[in-house]
């Protein structure tokens, strides 16, 4: 009896760790990636569309100059492989970059990743519906040969260039709708939501003045530890009834 009272204290004191220092901890976080600071702090200037980030950011100026690049050293990645990319379109492309490379509250969403150039990644971010769509629209007369740009490209001249059999075809050819390109042009790096702006539900990927964005990842962080915590409780007062039917024997 005693050995079970001991293994019942034991459990307690376990459960009753609080939860919030994790939660603090993805709060403001840098991913585990290529060039990823290893932790998010401020920095006096970043380049034009990096800039928003610049009084906390988990990108150094020099990374998020070369976001504004075409094949960059940052990847290599060559955005007009079918021909020049319109300047609305890359637009969004240099701001989803600033926002993967710069951004410190992307904590809730990141997970790992076995790759040769980055430990982690992320998953499903919800995105603002507006972003999504905005960025859709404005490379919707643009052309491309691949619906998931993360991988399956052509690298043997050191860029991406179209695998051997795709063909350039329309933009709306390849992503049928907004969230088809939202969701699979970076492997479910992102999240198509019909969360507006004023929901704090969704990231912006780009935004003028405060970060709005890390209310939004301490909202998900909250539900998260809620649930966390549901389970926990539930698991505490089934092994409570199995001691307490222990101990009766």
Same mark, same amino acid.
């Given at each position: 009896?005693?050995?079970?009272?001991?293994?019942?204290? +034991?459990?307690?004191?376990?459960?009753?760790?609080?939860? /919030?220092?994790?939660?603090?901890?993805?709060?403001?976080? %840098?991913?585990?990636?290529?060039?990823?600071?290893?932790?998010?702090?401020?920095?006096?200037? +970043?380049?034009? @569309?990096?800039? =928003?980030?610049?009084?906390?950011?988990?990108?150094? $100026?020099?990374?998020?100059?070369?976001?504004?690049?075409?094949?960059?050293?940052? &990847?290599?990645?060559?955005? #007009?492989? %079918?021909?020049?990319?319109? @300047?609305?379109?890359?637009?969004?492309?240099?701001?989803?970059?600033?926002?993967?490379?710069?951004?410190?509250? +992307?904590?809730?969403?990141?997970?790992? $990743?076995?790759?040769?150039?980055?430990?982690?990644?992320?998953?499903?971010?919800?995105?603002?519906?507006?972003? /999504?769509?905005?960025?859709? #629209?404005? %490379?919707?007369?643009d052309v491309t040969? !691949?619906?998931?740009?993360? !991988?399956?490209?052509?690298?043997?001249?050191g860029i991406n260039?179209?695998?051997?059999?795709?063909?350039?075809? !329309?933009?709306?050819?390849?992503?049928?709708?907004?969230?088809?390109?939202?969701?699979?042009?970076?492997?479910?790096?992102? !999240?198509?939501?019909?969360?507006?702006?004023?929901?704090?539900?969704?990231?912006?990927?780009?935004?003028?003045?405060?970060? =709005?964005?890390?209310?939004? $990842?301490?909202? &998900?962080? #909250?539900?998260?530890? #809620?649930?966390?915590?549901?389970?926990?409780?539930?698991?505490?007062?089934?092994?409570?009834?199995?001691?307490?039917?222990?101990?009766?024997?």
């Open positions: 009896m005693q050995r079970i009272s001991r293994v019942w204290l +034991l459990f307690s004191m376990l459960v009753s760790l609080p939860l /919030c220092s994790l939660a603090l901890e993805k709060l403001n976080m %840098c991913m585990d990636a290529k060039h990823h600071k290893t932790e998010p702090g401020p920095e006096g200037e +970043l380049y034009q @569309q990096c800039a =928003p980030w610049h009084e906390n950011a988990c990108c150094t $100026a020099n990374t998020s100059a070369e976001a504004h690049e075409d094949n960059s050293y940052l &990847y290599n990645f060559n955005w #007009n492989h %079918c021909g020049v990319m319109s @300047q609305k379109c890359k637009k969004h492309f240099i701001q989803d970059t600033c926002f993967y490379e710069c951004s410190p509250h +992307l904590g809730p969403w990141i997970q790992p $990743a076995d790759t040769t150039w980055r430990k982690e990644r992320i998953i499903d971010v919800p995105l603002c519906m507006e972003d /999504c769509e905005l960025w859709y #629209n404005d %490379c919707s007369n040969c !691949k619906e998931n740009w993360h !991988k399956g490209w052509n690298w043997t001249s260039r179209c695998p051997s059999g795709a063909k350039c075809q !329309k933009w709306t050819d390849v992503f049928p709708t907004a969230q088809s390109m939202c969701e699979k042009i970076w492997s479910n790096s992102y !999240k198509y939501t019909t969360y507006t702006k004023d929901s704090g539900r969704c990231m912006q990927m780009w935004f003028k003045g405060n970060n =709005p964005n890390k209310k939004v $990842a301490e909202f &998900y962080l #909250n539900r998260g530890s #809620n649930t966390e915590m549901a389970m926990m409780t539930s698991l505490t007062l089934s092994l409570s009834v199995l001691l307490s039917i222990l101990q009766m024997q």
